[in-house]
């Protein structure tokens, strides 16, 4: 149980143009999700926090505007970058929080790898 | 704010060796503590956790302690494996919006 899957798993596009990444909890309900990026060889750095039916919380210096956060079910968050350039190449990854027991934890997408060229 | 600082990699061991990647942490309160691994162009895995003070987390043979006394949450594996090859990252979860602090990760390299 506890499964999160990430679409498309890697993606190239050009320049200028924009991408959607999905992030789906496969057999449980996430009312919060997170999107995290990840630089090669370096951790992980929250973007923001996705809640479902209500405006994403970003992190300080994450432009809102360039990444698109939409939660409007609660086992589906999608990360849009609009105008993508080649400095958003980055692995993008996704968590949603679910209860294990009687405790919240964050189960983890696989990641989906952006090439912007 | 909250922190995780963990030993820089890369390490590299032979097969068989002992492992451990020490992590320490600053928080206030009484975080939850976790070990996550990543292998190569995967997400992350939860690989053990400990939510209070003295627990032990254990799993696939490695195990860390929570230690309050000394903020720490060192991961140990007796027996390391050409497979256990990744990059393990240290976290804490402090707040009711399970918001994860990671540290910097620490990459394993295991020789055969």
């Known amino acids: 149980g506890a499964v999160v899957s990430q679409h498309p798993s890697w993606v190239i596009c050009k320049s200028g143009t924009s991408v959607k990444i999905e992030c789906r909890s496969l057999d449980f309900q996430a009312t919060t999700m997170f999107w995290y990026r990840q630089f090669p060889k370096q951790s992980l750095m929250l973007m923001a926090t996705?809640?479902?039916?209500?405006?994403?919380?970003?992190e300080q210096g994450v432009e809102k505007d360039k990444f698109l956060i939409n939660h409007a079910s609660l086992t589906l968050s999608t990360l849009t970058v609009t105008s993508a350039h080649p400095e958003d190449s980055s692995f993008y990854i996704c968590?949603?929080?679910?209860?294990?027991?009687?405790?919240?934890?964050?189960?983890f997408g696989p990641g989906t790898r952006l090439t912007v060229t | 704010g909250d922190s995780v600082t963990q030993m820089e990699g890369p390490v590299t061991l032979s097969e068989e060796a002992f492992l451990t990647i020490n992590c320490t942490y600053t928080?206030?309160?009484?975080?939850?503590l976790f070990w996550y691994v990543q292998y190569p162009g995967e997400g992350l895995q939860l690989l053990l956790k400990?939510?209070?003070?003295?627990d032990k987390g254990s799993n696939k043979g490695f195990e860390a302690t929570y230690r309050k006394e000394t903020t720490s949450f060192h991961l140990e594996k007796g027996s390391v494996q050409v497979s256990d090859s990744a990059v393990y990252f240290c976290a804490l979860n402090n707040n009711a919006g399970n918001m994860l602090t990671f540290g910097g990760g620490t990459r394993l390299m295991v020789k055969p």
């Open positions: 928080a206030t309160g009484y975080p939850s």
């Open positions: 400990a939510t209070k003070a003295d």
């Open positions: 968590s949603a929080r679910g209860l294990a027991g009687v405790l919240w934890e964050q189960y």
């Open positions: 996705s809640n479902e039916g209500s405006k994403a919380t970003y």
